[in-house]
């Protein structure tokens, strides 16, 4: 049996999205003495690894928010396939709200990957270069990026009727280093706020996105999700 460490690790928290089957997948990068670190997502042990609203909660019963700057307790790092940020939550412990960062001071936590997000080799019928085969997946070494996206566009549309399953879905289409990209949205306040409206496409100027690479699904492929998307209040 593996010993375990337990410790603690303060993140800025710049995703807090759906999970299935019933959870959340929450994202951000380490604050360190000398500014932003690597970055962190803290899984349950549950096989699908989602964090249930008790286990992510503070001790006032509220949720992290975006911005947040957090202390995390851990049992230890536990790295999955192309997702080596993970870290396996002490579950027995509360989350502790330390105070939250502006919109100035998160600038310096932006990525600047160049084209292509890990791989732009294969798209599903409704997205743009939008999933990696398992065998790329398996090739990377990190699943998240904060970007700031080139002419991004949030589209609302039905993509299931035609296939006798009317669902609507939230995706963001945007150009990175001259690539194009068009991906699924799993930021729940960004779904709540889009599905209001009408189906159409929305230009949205001046917003950050966190970016994630799914763990890879049954059909032998995994996402690219878009996470959070952060605008300039």
């Known amino acids: 049996m ?3 460490f337990p410790y603690s690790k303060t993140i800025v928290c710049l995703a807090n999205s759906r999970r ?3 959870g959340r997948c929450i994202a951000g990068r380490e604050i360190t003495e000398s500014g932003f670190g690597d ?3 803290p899984i349950s042990n549950r096989p699908s690894h989602e964090v249930s609203e008790e286990e992510r909660r503070f001790q006032d019963g509220t949720d992290p928010n975006i911005f947040d700057v957090i202390t995390i307790p851990f049992l230890r790092p536990e790295p999955c396939e192309h997702q080596s940020e993970n870290h396996l ?3 027995q412990q509360y989350w502790v709200l330390n105070r939250r960062l502006t919109w100035g001071e998160i600038q310096a936590s932006v990525d600047t990957p ?3 997000l890990w791989s732009n080799t294969s798209s599903t019928y409704f997205g743009i270069n939008d999933r ?3 065998n790329e997946a398996l090739q990377q070494k990190r699943s998240l990026y904060l970007i700031r996206p080139e002419k ?3 589209v609302v549309q039905d993509d299931g009727t035609a296939f006798g399953k009317p669902r609507r879905r939230v995706r963001a289409n945007f150009y990175l280093s ?3 990209y068009r991906l699924i949205v799993t930021d729940p306040r960004a779904e709540r706020r889009f599905f209001l409206r009408s189906d159409g496409s929305y230009p949205i100027a001046n917003a950050l996105i966190c970016v994630s690479l799914g763990e890879l699904h049954s059909d032998g492929f995994a996402y690219k999700l878009v996470t959070s998307i952060i605008e300039k209040q």
């Open 39 to 41: 970055w962190i997502r």
């Open 178 to 180: 001259g690539c194009h």
């Open 2 to 4: 593996n010993k375990i």
């Open 89 to 91: 939550i002490d579950d």
């Open 152 to 154: 991004l566009i949030v």
């Open 20 to 22: 299935p089957p019933s």
């Open 132 to 134: 990696v085969s398992a």
């Open 114 to 116: 160049t084209c292509p």
